[in-house]
């Protein structure tokens, strides 16, 4: 039975230790690549402001709509108005779920050109000097991701300025979708690039790629298990009390390669263990944790049109509030619902949210939605369901926070945490600022949570301060590397030794 568990343990090293090589070394690179998408709060930084002077002329949402003859087939379910390029623009997610751009000058679905793609880039990157259109594409390797599907297509814009950035734009909506340097871009390509195998789909194998992490990772889960398992028992260490071998150590083995290969497993092998296991496990064999399509997001368009009559509150009437209570103006204005609640609030560039109202600057309102609001619209939502649990969070949960790639923005507190008494244990994070569901969590995605982001991203709460995180994964990170490269060392020298050992 040994004898068979040192083969098994052999090949499968001999067969995964390169696809092992790619995921550390991937691994490693990820660690520090940075956020791939743009977050709120850096939209909001690089935002134009609203000009006041200019803002009476605009069309209202519901004016913007009716002109561009979309309101026969569809209506708005969420929209913002933020400049883009000089000119005031509705961007609405209609309740098909697709994404319109509209002129607030006249209603009309204008087309992103290439110049003004250029000029948003050059808006978003002011220090830089000189931008050109690098390319006009539907899908690159950095935009594979279905979450990108509603921009498409988009505009590459490069940068002259000192970290060389590159600005993707979507030719749908104009919002900017990715943000890189140079080195962000090295990054992804020798990170989530290698580490998720995109290169398959480039030669035509995206529908296996899946499969292949999957079964790829319980494959080398097994390699792992089975060296941690022959490790143990060839170690012999004398404080243990076990007698050491001939040569006095606790290694059996002189061959420099193969004794740093033992060190490694014994030092390495359960970080291993556990990063093979999540990896495995992520891919949601036999749907052991339920459908996971939308990882707990919520879609905007799956709320209800907003009414005409409250969208078309005119802007010569909130004009004057552009500027808010402070000194800082508004850059975005953001149409909200919940529970058959509208309103329009404004952001600065900071973050800072106010509502505005049809009564004039003197009536200036904190935004967002009560209590009971909130759980009358979940109540609306699951009519068929009670509410176990309502609380009002003011620091992350096991489940919900903020990390070094999912920004505070991304993540707001406070946030009610509402839990139903449905078949699914389902919990929602509603914010009550904006009234957005922002999470949707059901009794097989908690369990994920704990057995992939615990054990693969290690984002434990102990952990999740900086330098800690860096202290425990930097270290495991780079002997796991070295634990795979003495794989394929051993691997590579014992098929070139079979190989010209043959002949004779």
């Known amino acids: 039975m040994k004898r068979l568990l040192f083969l098994a343990h052999r090949w499968l090293g001999i067969v995964l230790c390169l696809l092992l090589l790619l995921w550390s070394v991937s691994g490693l690179m990820m660690m520090y690549a940075g956020p791939s998408g743009i977050s709120p709060d850096v939209r909001l930084a690089h935002s134009q402001p609203l000009p006041s002077a200019e803002a009476g002329r605009w069309l209202s949402l519901s004016e913007a709509w009716q002109r561009s003859g979309l309101a026969t087939t569809r209506q708005p379910a969420t929209a913002r108005l933020n400049m883009q390029a000089g000119e005031a623009i509705w961007l609405v997610i209609d309740t098909a779920g697709q994404r319109q751009r509209l002129s607030a000058q006249d209603g009309q679905p204008h087309p992103l050109t290439p110049a003004q793609a250029v000029q948003i880039a050059r808006d978003w990157w002011p220090d830089s000097q000189q931008a050109r259109l690098q390319a006009a594409f539907e899908r690159d390797a950095s935009t594979a991701m279905m979450n990108y599907d509603s921009y498409r297509p988009f505009y590459r814009v490069a940068l002259d300025d000192a970290e060389q950035h590159e600005v993707t734009i979507s030719q749908r909506s104009g919002e900017v979708v990715k943000s890189t340097t140079r080195l962000q871009r090295l990054l992804f390509w020798t990170g989530s690039y290698l580490h998720f195998l995109r290169p398959l789909d480039a030669i035509g194998l995206a529908e296996a790629r899946k499969p292949i992490l999957t079964w790829g990772a319980l494959a080398a889960l097994l390699s792992v298990c089975s060296g941690l398992w022959l490790g143990v028992g060839r170690w012999r260490p004398a404080w243990l009390g076990k007698r050491p071998y001939p040569n006095g150590s606790s290694n059996p083995y002189r061959a420099l390669w193969q004794r740093w290969h033992l060190w490694l497993g014994l030092s390495a092998g359960l970080l291993a263990f556990t990063w093979c296991l999540s990896g495995f496990l992520s891919g949601n064999p036999w749907q052991l944790f339920g459908p996971q399509g939308s990882h707990g997001k919520v879609h905007p368009h799956a709320q209800p049109s907003l009414p005409t009559t409250i969208s078309g509150l005119p802007m010569t009437q909130i004009a004057g509030q552009l500027q808010g209570q402070g000194t800082a103006p508004a850059v975005e204005l953001n149409w909200v619902q919940l529970g058959g609640q509208q309103q329009l609030q404004a952001q600065d560039r900071q973050g800072r949210v106010w509502r505005l109202t049809a009564a004039g600057s003197a009536s200036l309102q904190a935004a967002g939605?009560?209590?009971?609001?909130?759980?009358?619209?979940?109540?609306?939502?699951?009519?068929?369901?009670?509410?176990?649990?309502?609380?009002?969070?003011?620091?992350?949960?096991?489940?919900?926070?903020?990390?070094?790639?999912?920004s505070r923005a991304e993540c707001p507190l406070p946030v009610w945490r509402i839990q139903l008494d449905d078949a699914a244990a389902s919990w929602l994070y509603v914010n009550p600022q904006n009234g957005a569901t922002v999470l949707q969590l059901k009794q097989g995605q908690r369990s994920l949570r704990w057995l992939?982001?615990?054990?693969?991203?290690?984002?434990?709460?102990?952990?999740?301060?900086?330098?800690?995180?860096?202290?425990?994964?930097?270290?495991?990170?780079?002997?796991?590397?070295?634990?795979?490269?003495?794989?394929?060392?051993?691997?590579?020298?014992?098929?070139?030794?079979?190989?010209?050992?043959?002949?004779?």
């Open 452 to 504: 992939f982001s615990a054990l693969h991203n290690w984002d434990l709460p102990i952990l999740r301060l900086r330098p800690l995180w860096d202290i425990w994964m930097l270290p495991g990170s780079i002997a796991c590397v070295a634990l795979a490269l003495t794989a394929a060392v051993l691997g590579w020298r014992r098929l070139t030794h079979r190989k010209t050992a043959r002949p004779r």
């Open 369 to 406: 939605f009560s209590k009971d609001t909130v759980l009358a619209d979940v109540r609306g939502r699951q009519p068929h369901t009670s509410i176990r649990a309502a609380e009002l969070l003011q620091q992350d949960d096991a489940y919900y926070y903020s990390s070094p790639r999912i």
